[in-house]
């Protein structure tokens, strides 16, 4: 059974930073390229940062600089570091491996200006 679990500190204030850490289980986690994304109300949910089996990554271009995806193929974990953290980047954050639909409950992050 698919299990990802979204964990971190949810409020900061803008300017500040956090780090989303993401647990993985009941799949072969190694392979997969995995993703952090984010979804406001009203919005569809969007990438933010997705990192491949090799450790390659990409980003979108409003985080580019300010957030680094990173991943524990051993301990089965996909971290977000998010700094300069804007309000626009209030959202709730899930992480998934790339293609699949099974989420998580998710984090609500909220940055305060």
Do not use: H
């Amino acid at each position: 059974q698919v299990q990802l679990v979204e964990s971190g500190r949810g409020m900061v204030q803008a300017g500040g930073s956090l780090r989303l850490s993401c647990a993985a289980s009941g799949f072969m986690f190694s392979i997969f390229t995995m993703g952090w994304y984010r979804q406001t109300p009203g919005k569809q949910r969007e990438l933010v940062a997705r990192i491949n089996r090799s450790g390659g990554t990409e980003c979108v271009d409003s985080v580019k600089g300010r957030f680094i995806i990173s991943r524990d193929n051993a301990k089965k974990m996909v971290y977000l570091q998010m700094n300069s953290l804007k309000p626009e980047d209030t959202a709730v954050y899930y992480c998934n491996r790339e293609g699949f639909s099974n989420w998580g409950q998710g984090i609500q992050v909220t940055v305060c200006s």
